[in-house]
Nanobody
Framework: QVQLVESGGGLVQTGGSLTLSCAASGRTFSRYAMGWFRQAPGKERAIVAAISRSGGRTDYADSVKGRFTISRDNAKNTVTLQMNNLKPEDTAVYYC?????????????????WGQGTQVTVSS
């Protein structure tokens, strides 16, 4: 079992940057594929980025490709989402999620563990 805690959200202007971090408890973090999802008001939770257990494989939603970067540090039990050139449509609650599997997973229902979320607001 793993517990996830996100941090780093906040208010930023269009074109700005934020770095989200997700800290995981437990000693088996490297067994989990990780993902970042977001949910805007009135919308379904959607994949932002996913990363494999080793960090060697990543995947991104088309809307964030070239602007966001997901990475992980298995020694520190953390996964990070670097967000650059932010746009108002990036405004949402961002969630970190984990699933014990190989590869990367882009479907929210397949994830077993979720953080509490962190709010990102991009002003125009």
């Amino acid at each position: 079992q793993v517990q996830l805690v996100e941090s780093g959200g906040g208010l930023v202007q269009t074109g700005g940057s934020l770095t989200l971090s997700c800290a995981a408890s437990g000693r088996t973090f490297s067994r989990y594929a990780m993902g970042w999802f977001r949910q805007a008001p009135g919308k379904e939770r959607a994949i932002v980025a996913a990363i494999s257990r080793s960090g060697g494989r990543t995947d991104y939603a088309d809307s964030v490709k070239g602007r966001f970067t997901i990475s992980r540090d298995n020694a520190k039990n953390t996964v990070t989402l670097q967000m650059n050139n932010l746009k108002p449509e990036d405004t949402a609650v961002y969630y970190c999620a984990a699933v014990p599997t190989t590869g990367w997973v882009s479907i929210a229902s397949r994830y077993d563990y979720w953080g509490q979320g962190t709010q990102v607001t991009v002003s125009s």
